[in-house]
């Protein structure tokens, strides 16, 4: 499982979908308590759920991860996690999964710089109130040094979509042919 970790506008969302149409990469749907977006699907970009189901979903060990973001659940199904996905997840998340040891699992963190997040945050219409908050708590909740294994740091902040995504790929696939 190839797994993105970035904070709030660093690309994870864009890489993965250039990594999903162009490298036969498949998205692992994660669930959510969050609200939808305008122009997101339930069941394509997550599984909205409410708090209460997700909860019921969590005693059941239905997931691999979990963690709150925001005052927000995300978590990814262990039925999902598989070589072929790509996830994107916080560093809780990622930490979280690393503690079951699955060796083909590749942690990427994406870096970027915070005048550019914000930037791109604007562009996307996020409210300036969120965007600031999101500012602030990205830098307590994606702290690298929190995150227990990094395979591959890629900096997003002056490259395009298809270039990281190609780098992400190869470095990937090499890490898998390792593996075999």
Do not use: C
């Not at 149409?21 to 305008?38: A, D, G, L, P, S």
């Not at 990094?150 to 490259?159: A, G, M, Q, R, Y």
């Amino acid at each position: 499982m190839l797994i993105l970790i970035g904070a709030s506008a660093s690309g994870k969302t864009e890489i993965a979908k250039e990594l999903i149409n162009n490298y036969n990469m498949n998205k692992m749907i994660t669930y959510t308590t969050r609200e939808k977006r305008e122009n997101e699907i339930n069941g394509i970009d997550y599984h909205f759920i409410s708090e209460a189901k997700f909860l019921e979903l969590k005693s059941q060990n239905f997931f691999i991860e979990t963690s709150i973001y925001n005052h927000t659940y995300y978590g990814t199904s262990f039925k999902q996690a598989k070589d072929d996905k790509v996830l994107i997840v916080d560093i809780n998340g990622a930490n979280n999964i690393n503690k079951h040891n699955i060796n083909s699992n590749i942690y990427v963190y994406l870096h970027t710089l915070e005048n550019i997040r914000e930037e791109r945050m604007a562009e996307r219409n996020d409210k300036p109130s969120d965007i600031k908050k999101r500012l602030i708590m990205d830098k307590k909740v994606f702290d690298e040094n929190l995150l227990d294994k990094i395979d591959l740091k890629v900096d997003t902040s002056n490259h395009t979509t298809k270039e990281l995504a190609k780098t992400i790929y190869e470095f990937y696939i090499k890490k898998i042919r390792e593996l075999l």
